[in-house]
Structure formats: structure tokens, C-alpha cells
């Protein structure tokens, strides 16, 4: 089946302006995650989905960012004002549900450069 | 301190050598995962670990849950295994990962 998809593959933005990445997770995964990841390190977790509510958000860098699952498949990450910092790999995973240790399978992420 | 701590962060073997990773975490894990990143950034999942030991082809993964430490090897390497190998924990009931920094792996024909 259908891998996590995520578009677009890469964003080039001013700084100032508002980004959306979006991410298809696999079909019947119930939990949904944000990492970010700078060049030359390795993945930092955002924020996770369980369903359609935000199960932890504490890996927001700050209030310019927020995600959304409305409908617990297809997620939303929205950056506000993006600065030059933003820049970096945006990886979406999913899993079966996030409780019981079910593995994580990532998607090819969006590559996003704010100039 | 990084909670994920791994070494070396670059390796260079020649093909053929045995290739050993290692990964220690500072936190109580309730899995350890070890994914491995090709140039571009797909990330796969090679092992998901909570006890003992798993092998996969030329893969071997083990974790001793006392010492908080895992190694990952690759037995007879080859170019095509050239790549970013990376440990990440899940904490607990978190559902999220914690990563390492990764260790750059090139393997020289």
C-alpha cells in the first residue's frame, strides 16, 4: 500500500511570510508526528497527533507554528513569519496508534528554505 | 547533555569490514529504534528494539537495557550500505521519538 506522502517535496519562501506542509499519513494510522531536521542532525520531534487532537505539542519551536488534524488523517503544519532558523527538512511519520510501541514510518519530508 | 548520545558520528570502513554503532540514552525507554537515512532524507525503520537482540540479513541490533546502551552492526559492509544511521528512543508512554544526531556511515568499494 501507500506509503506517508508529504507535499510539497520542497518550499522556497521569503522570510516573513506563511508556509503550510502537508502530510498523507499511512491509511488507519491513527497517530500522526512532526519532527524537524537541521542539516547535519538528526530529527527533533514537533508535535504528535492521536486521532484528531494534539497529544503533545511541547516540541513547538513557538506560537508561529501549529498543526492541525481536523479529521484524524491528513495533517496541516503551518508556519507564520517564517525566519532564515525555520529552514530545514519538516519529516511526517505515522503509526498504527502511538501507545503499544508500534513502529513509525516516515515520509520523504518538504525540504523548506526560507531566503 | 543530549538524552541520545551516539558514536562515532563518522565511520569510514572498507567494503567487507564488520561495522559497529553504538547508542547510549540517558532516559527510561520503553523502545529503542534504530532508522537509517539515505542521502535525499527518507527515512526506514531497521529494528525496533525493547529487550535482547534482532537480526536482519547483515544487520544485528542489541540493546542491554541495564547499561542504557545498544550497538548496531553490519557484518560484511558494502558501498550500498553507505548512509546516516540514526537511534531514537520512545520514552515511556510518549508516543514520539527521541533521536540521536546520527553516525555517517561510507563504505569504500
Known amino acids: 500500500g501507500a506509503g506517508v506522502s508529504q507535499t510539497p517535496s520542497n518550499k522556497v519562501t521569503e522570510k516573513g511570510k506563511y508556509v503550510e506542509l502537508r502530510c498523507d499519513p499511512i491509511?488507519?494510522?491513527?497517530?500522526l508526528y512532526w519532527y524537524r531536521q537541521s542539516l547535519g542532525q538528526g530529527p527533533e520531534f514537533l508535535i504528535y497527533?492521536?486521532?484528531?487532537?494534539?497529544?503533545?505539542d511541547s516540541g513547538l519551536p513557538n506560537d508561529r507554528f501549529f498543526a492541525v488534524r481536523p479529521e484524524g488523517s491528513v495533517s496541516t503544519l503551518k508556519i507564520q513569519r517564517t525566519e532564515r532558523g525555520d529552514s530545514a527538512v519538516y519529516l511526517c511519520?505515522?503509526?498504527?496508534?502511538?501507545?503499544?510501541?508500534?513502529?513509525?514510518?516516515f515520509g520523504p519530508g518538504t525540504r523548506l528554505t526560507v531566503t | 547533555k543530549n538524552e541520545v548520545e551516539q558514536s562515532p558520528q563518522n565511520l569510514t570502513a572498507q567494503e567487507g569490514e564488520f561495522i559497529t554503532i553504538n547508542c547510549s540514552y540517558s532516559?527510561?525507554?520503553?523502545?529503542l529504534h534504530w532508522l537509517q537515512q539515505h542521502p535525499g532524507g527518507g527515512i526506514v525503520s531497521l529494528f525496533m528494539?525493547?529487550?535482547g537482540k534482532k537480526k536482519h540479513g547483515r544487520l544485528i541490533a542489541t540493546i542491554n537495557i541495564q547499561e542504557k546502551h545498544s550497538s548496531l552492526h553490519i557484518t560484511a559492509s558494502h558501498p550500498r550500505d553507505s548512509a546516516v544511521y540514526i537511534c531514537?528512543?520512545?520514552?515511556?508512554?510518549?508516543?514520539?521519538?527521541?533521536f540521536g544526531k546520527g553516525t555517517k556511515l561510507s563504505v569504500k568499494p
Open positions: 511519520a505515522s503509526s498504527l496508534t502511538s501507545s503499544g510501541g508500534y513502529e513509525q514510518y
Open positions: 491509511s488507519g494510522h491513527t497517530a
Open positions: 497527533f492521536q486521532g484528531t487532537g494534539a497529544a503533545d
Open positions: 532516559v527510561g525507554i520503553s523502545a
Open positions: 528494539l525493547s529487550s
Open positions: 531514537a528512543v520512545r520514552r515511556g508512554s510518549q508516543g514520539n521519538l527521541i
